[in-house]
T-cell receptor, first 111, second 112 residues
Framework: SQQGEEDPQALSIQEGENATMNCSYK?????LQWYRQNSGRGLVHLIL?????REKHSGRLRVTLDTSKKSSSLLITASRAADTASYFC???????????FGKGTSLLVTP | SQTIHQWPATLVQPVGSPLSLECTVE??????LYWYRQAAGRGLQLLFY??????ISSEVPQNLSASRPQDRQFILSSKKLLLSDSGFYLC???????????FGEGSRLTVL
């Protein structure tokens, strides 16, 4: 079953702008992860934030987590055309360390 | 880090034909292995997972089966494909403690 739901479904911005994607989930979590998928390719892990963390940075990525609202956001600063991809949040499925993924946000960054 | 190899990358199969997708893992031992399916414009659906050789758990009743004949080999099969089996199949590997999954490049299946 899918637990995380990303918002918006699609986002179009220009290079240099910031991109913000949101994720909401339904049940308690141990951690929340964000993945990136280029068109027709596999998913690549971007960042993991634990339930006791509120914010985490990795390069141009900033992730926040609000467990009281069961939501997370991914901010990509100073976006580049190469950031064009789909972005998924993922939470623990509770079985075999599998992950539940949302439907993703499709990000288009135009030069 | 781990490297996941999947093949074939693409295939077109007629309804009723058999299927075999293979996945092998490098760079780790005793991984947890997963098969996901991604329909167009949708998220990932967990199909099978395995925590060890010969141990397979199915999450969705369907026309597909999985096997793990070796520690780092995971196979997705079908005896008779249905139109609804079309999709993008992703193999993933994880170690459980970090929670991070490593994905292969996927196999795109079109059933006609």
């Amino acid at each position: 079953s899918q637990q995380g739901e990303e918002d918006p479904q699609a986002l179009s911005i220009q290079e240099g702008e910031n991109a913000t994607m949101n994720c909401s989930y339904k049940t308690s979590i141990n951690n929340l992860q964000w993945y990136r998928q280029n068109s027709g390719r596999g998913l690549v892990h971007l960042i993991l934030i634990r339930s006791n963390e509120r914010e985490k940075h990795s390069g141009r990525l900033r992730v926040t987590l609000d467990t009281s609202k069961k939501s997370s956001s991914l901010l990509i600063t100073a976006s580049r055309a190469a950031d064009t991809a789909s972005y998924f949040c993922a939470t623990d499925a509770g079985i075999g360390y599998a992950l539940n993924f949302g439907k993703g946000t499709s990000l288009l960054v135009t030069p | 880090s781990q490297t996941i190899h999947q093949w074939p990358a693409t295939l077109v199969q007629p309804v009723g034909s058999p299927l075999s997708l293979e996945c092998t893992v490098e760079g780790t031992s005793n991984p947890n292995l997963y098969w996901y399916r991604q329909a167009a414009g949708r998220g990932l659906q967990l199909l099978f997972y395995s925590v060890g050789i010969g141990q397979i758990s199915s999450e969705v009743p369907q026309n597909l089966s999985a096997s793990r004949p070796q520690d780092r080999q995971f196979i997705l099969s079908s005896k008779k494909l249905l139109l609804s089996d079309s999709g993008f199949y992703l193999c993933a590997s994880g170690q459980g403690d970090t929670g991070e999954l490593f994905f292969g490049e996927g196999s795109r299946l079109t059933v006609l």
